[in-house]
């Protein structure tokens, strides 16, 4: 009698142990709602609960470095970002000197992204160079990634911060703000925000200022944000502010993950970014852009999880 009550709690308590690790919480560090990246890491979320019975929840943070800092200490396993971004973590340079952020890999690519400087409708503002002593968003404290961003794209117009007047803003959604009460001139935005569109909504109509991609612009460019690129956004119905085709710089868009996260979650969460492309972009416009047929591409500073290179491996993605 007394083996059978001790096999039974033992039994019980295995499955009760498989079933907590099993509902292991899985978090996605981003941004504040509105930003492009928390509305993407809510439908990977949610698709991850839905497809695979992953528990997935977003969890917002103040801005990039935080970001990183979460999943790199393992107060969350993933987070979506610049892929620019995650390589000056990983090497402890620039926002991050402080140290190296050793425990940041990558999932998989998962898109181009392009941002843009954008300004209302009726400014007058045609062109980078038009930016000059304009009223432009500046400090970015609490999202210090916007500093080398707006950088890097005033340079593609041979101008520098000196060459506006700057106006300390926290962050994206607050800047964006600011540029719908008018107190500045001109902000940026990852192109497909819903923040975006608020603020066309609110003040008649926004617009996306081109950048220069000649030689001289993309060497500027590069000087400041070297894994930049660029590319030609058509219109669309969720790309407020842009009007006809046009030239915008362009980061990858990476899912990064703790490399603590065991491997066994890290390849079950790209099987369902991966396999399912279609539900993403039903809840998001943007995920029409997912790279499923090149998720693995080679950074410098960074390594891939394992989770991911066995998923990658299996579905003949993965190229030495």
Sequence with gaps: MKRTVLSLITGLSLSLGASLASAQMLSFASPPQGSVWNTMSTAMANVARSEKDLNALVQPFSGNRAMMDAVDQGLAEFAINDVNDVIVAARGA???????????????????????????KDSGIN????????????????FPLGRP???????????????????????????????????????????????????????GGVKFIPVSSDPTANDAMAQIRPAFYYSVVKPAPHYAGVESPIEMVTWDNVLVVGAQVPEEEVYQM????????????QLFPGFKALAVDAPYKIYPSLDYHPGAVRYFKEKGLWHE
């Design 149 to 203: 961003h707006m950088a890097a794209m005033l340079a593609t117009g041979g101008l520098g911060w000196d060459d506006v007047e700057q106006v300390p803003v926290p962050d994206l959604i607050r800047a964006a703000d600011a540029l719908a009460s008018g107190r500045i001139d001109a902000t940026y935005f990852a192109v497909g925000g819903p923040k975006v569109a608020e603020v066309d909504a609110s003040v």
């Design 270 to 281: 790209v099987a369902s970014v991966l396999e399912n492309k279609q539900k993403l972009s």
């Design 127 to 142: 062109s980078i160079q038009d930016l000059a002593g304009k009223r432009v968003a500046a400090g970015w404290n609490a």
């Design 94 to 120: 620039e926002d991050y000197k402080d140290r190296k952020r050793s425990n940041l890999r990558v999932a998989l690519r998962i898109s181009p992204q392009p941002i843009g400087i954008f300004v209302r």
